[in-house]
């Protein structure tokens, strides 16, 4: 099954912090001035259909059509390079800025959307209340509106690996839109847009985490990427 890709028009935006933004930490300082070039990116996370592929028993007591999880940094990297061989074409993972470069979209807000986030524009379980909100498990593409680059599920439902290593801070980090790689520091990757059992707060897309580029979790899936 050939990937559904979207066209990721090239840009600049500043990424990072949101001013005013009151969940902001050190690890998305210091905003900072990146130019993007073109590039393409998974309309949706990779879904179980599509992982089963290459590892065919993989999740398989769960929907065909839900985003596949328990899937490491070297798991995807992996399934890039298979998918490569299958079709002919460089697949990867996407780069850190590329990421939030295509979740922005061209705004500049903590969501997408505007400052706050509600039930109905995103998978997650909990309202910075206390309330249950969401369906407290994955779900298909499509349930929720896409971005404005017509992308589905960039914050929330899953989790997503980028290709980067951790840093703790923007401090030095590249301006033109590629991955961020430090040898010394090839044991934790990059993760983005929060998940289905987070709080909104962590859906928020400057939001940035890591693990270890082995771990395997329920909430942590990927989307794959490809250069024009």
């Given at each position: 099954?050939k990937?559904?890709l979207?066209l990721?028009p090239?840009g600049s935006?500043?990424?990072?912090e949101?001013?005013?933004d009151?969940?902001?930490s050190?690890?998305e300082?210091?905003?900072?001035?990146?130019?993007?070039?073109?590039?393409?990116?998974?309309?949706?996370?990779?879904?179980?259909e599509?992982?089963?592929?290459?590892?065919p028993d993989?999740?398989?007591e769960?929907?065909?059509?839900w985003?596949?999880a328990?899937v490491?940094w070297?798991?995807a990297v992996?399934y890039?390079?298979?998918?490569?061989?299958e079709?002919g074409?460089a697949?990867?993972?996407?780069t850190?800025?590329?990421?939030?470069y295509?979740?922005?979209?061209?705004t500049q807000t903590?969501?997408?959307?505007g400052?706050?986030?509600d039930?109905?524009?995103a998978?997650?379980?909990?309202d910075?209340?206390?309330?249950?909100v969401?369906?407290?498990?994955r779900?298909?593409p499509?349930?929720?509106?896409?971005?404005?680059?017509?992308?589905h599920?960039?914050?929330?439902?899953?989790?997503?690996?980028?290709?980067?290593?951790?840093h703790p801070?923007y401090?030095g980090?590249?301006?033109?839109?590629?991955?961020?790689?430090?040898?010394a520091l090839t044991?934790?990757r990059?993760?983005?847009g929060?998940?289905?059992d987070?709080?909104?707060r962590?859906l928020?897309?400057s939001?940035?985490?890591?693990l270890p580029h082995?771990?395997?979790r329920?909430?942590v899936?990927f989307r794959i990427?490809?250069?024009v």
């Amino acid at each position: 099954m050939k990937p559904d890709l979207v066209l990721i028009p090239g840009g600049s935006f500043w990424m990072g912090e949101n001013e005013e933004d009151k969940f902001a930490s050190d690890t998305e300082r210091p905003r900072h001035f990146v130019e993007v070039k073109p590039f393409c990116l998974g309309k949706n996370l990779v879904l179980l259909e599509e992982y089963r592929a290459f590892r065919p028993d993989h999740e398989a007591e769960l929907p065909a059509e839900w985003p596949a999880a328990k899937v490491s940094w070297d798991d995807a990297v992996a399934y890039c390079d298979w998918l490569s061989g299958e079709h002919g074409a460089a697949y990867r993972l996407p780069t850190e800025a590329e990421w939030e470069y295509a979740a922005r979209a061209g705004t500049q807000t903590p969501y997408p959307w505007g400052d706050t986030m509600d039930a109905g524009q995103a998978n997650y379980w909990y309202d910075e209340q206390g309330q249950k909100v969401g369906a407290g498990h994955r779900t298909p593409p499509g349930v929720y509106p896409e971005n404005g680059f017509g992308l589905h599920d960039m914050l929330g439902n899953l989790c997503e690996w980028v290709q980067d290593t951790w840093h703790p801070n923007y401090e030095g980090s590249p301006q033109d839109g590629s991955a961020w790689e430090s040898p010394a520091l090839t044991s934790r990757r990059v993760l983005r847009g929060g998940a289905w059992d987070y709080l909104p707060r962590l859906l928020r897309v400057s939001w940035r985490d890591a693990l270890p580029h082995s771990a395997r979790r329920d909430n942590v899936g990927f989307r794959i990427a490809t250069s024009v």
